[in-house]
């Protein structure tokens, strides 16, 4: 395995967050397994400022929805983006070292959160943090704007796209979350468009940026539409950055915007169908049979649509009251998460051979990780869902009955309903917390003890 300290192009830079990718998902989900293990087992623990609660759940959104996701997407970037424009980057070097900051401006969000505690704003994160996100992600906009320019073809892939609309919009959630507001109001709107920029539309489009390069180039299939695939990039980017204001129903929020998330919700059927029909159609063409990394890939186009799905259901009058301001809202930001995980795991074991010239053994070993991750999802998913709904439902009843249900008998009741369900999450996080150690070896042993095999040759143009 060669590995140089800086790279030349895009292939070499790509191998770097082959590598990191697997450890950033490592660490994220023994944060998740510490948060959850505390919420458990807090009365074992010794109550102390590192020891809290709050915290742990700050420090693993960080490691999940940032750390994570910039891996991710520095990825992609780098693969991906050339590779759909059909030539070679703009400004390489400075891509290089913003790419690099892209992980190490989240990797010291989570150092410094360990000394800075009392510092964090709304969003979890230190103001100067935010300001460095901000500059390495315009740095990254401008150059995926320079790409964009030099590109001489009126058409590119569809992967491209989607990439350019992540950055963007992982961009405008950043200068969203450097927003310091003191009334609880405006705090509560700035979480929530936070949230839908950040997690719904910049974790969506990246998901399909991966997809609709796996579904067609991997399995040499052609896609089916690229006005079917437009519709989902315009319409997802229209719809998802409004559809999160609903889960604080009966909050503070204004009427009109909660009601306003309602009816941009249900219109996310028409994005979300075209892609369905788009994958199907496109996925029949193929003229190579999927293996098993490939169907990891279907799995997460499942759980993708899925999440979307309840993402409408929610927004039904009858049920809206159950889910708002519940630990449902986790069900729709943990499916598009998962999502995204599972189709980067795909894509690593698609370029272990073509970067690194080793051919992967599905044995065992990836037999578990594949449903592992499947089961983790499936269960999280569904623990959630039933936390969500139930603790709704109580609430909602002991409201009706004149007796609020956030103490005493109420709280008990309530607490007796979705105990279990909180308990349950420690074992899956376990669960997760296996898997990605799997994972992480068996990236490893490929890389290191595959069989050698031809490495792909990225042949691109300079005009």
Not at 7 to 31: A, C, D, G, H, R
Not at 223 to 242: A, M, Q
Not at 309 to 329: A, D, K, M, R, W
Not at 441 to 460: A, L
Request: net charge neutral; glycine share 6%; hydrophobic share 50%.
């Amino acid at each position: 395995m060669k590995l140089k300290l800086i790279p030349k192009n895009e292939q070499e830079l790509s191998k770097l967050f082959v590598l990191i990718f697997p450890l950033t998902l490592l660490l994220s989900s023994l944060f998740t397994f510490l948060k959850d293990s505390y919420f458990t087992f807090a009365n074992l623990l010794p109550n102390n400022q590192i020891f809290n609660y709050g915290f742990l759940d700050r420090v693993s959104t960080k490691a999940s929805f940032g750390l994570v996701f910039a891996t991710i997407i520095c990825l992609t970037f780098a693969y991906l983006f050339s590779k759909s424009l059909g030539r070679v980057a703009v400004l390489f070097p400075l891509l290089f070292l913003t790419l690099l900051g892209f992980i190490g401006t989240e990797f010291l969000d989570i150092i410094l959160s360990f000394f800075y505690q009392d510092n964090l704003n709304i969003t979890g994160s230190i103001s100067i943090v935010i300001l460095l996100k901000i500059l390495v992600a315009f740095g990254l906009f401008g150059l995926a704007s320079l790409n964009l320019l030099a590109k001489k073809e009126t058409t590119i892939f569809a992967s491209a796209q989607f990439i350019y609309g992540a950055v963007v919009f992982y961009f405008l959630s950043l200068l969203i979350a450097r927003s310091e507001l003191i009334v609880f109001t405006d705090s509560l709107l700035i979480t929530s468009l936070y949230t839908s920029t950040h997690i719904y539309v910049a974790f969506s489009f990246i998901y399909l940026a991966i997809i609709h390069f796996l579904m067609t180039k991997p399995i040499d299939a052609t896609l089916f539409s690229k006005t079917l695939s437009s519709i989902t990039f315009w319409g997802f980017l229209f719809l998802l950055p409004w559809t999160s204001y609903k889960y604080y129903f009966g909050s503070v929020l204004p009427n009109w915007l909660e009601n306003v998330s309602i009816y941009l919700s249900l219109s996310l059927i028409i994005p979300l169908l075209a892609f369905a029909v788009n994958y199907v159609k496109t996925t029949q063409t193929r003229e190579i049979d999927m293996n098993k990394s490939a169907n990891l890939m279907n799995f997460s186009v499942i759980l993708f649509l899925i999440t979307n799905v309840l993402h409408i259901v929610s927004s039904f009058e009858n049920l809206l009251p159950l889910v708002g301001l519940t630990n449902f809202q986790n069900v729709i930001s943990h499916g598009y998460f998962g999502s995204l995980v599972l189709a980067s795991v795909s894509l690593s074991y698609y370029l272990i051979p073509k970067l690194f010239g080793r051919s992967v053994k599905y044995s065992l070993l990836e037999n578990l990780i594949f449903g592992g991750f499947k089961l983790t999802y499936l269960f999280l998913l569904v623990n959630n869902f039933l936390i969500g709904v139930n603790s709704g439902y109580s609430w909602n009843a002991a409201a009706n009955a004149g007796s609020p249900a956030i103490y005493g008998e109420g709280f008990n009741i309530v607490w007796n309903l979705v105990g279990i369900n909180y308990s349950a999450n420690t074992f899956i996080s376990l669960l997760f917390l296996g898997v990605s150690t799997l994972f992480f070896i068996s990236i490893i042993r490929s890389i290191s003890s595959g069989d050698i095999t031809t490495v792909e040759e990225m042949v691109f143009s300079n005009e």
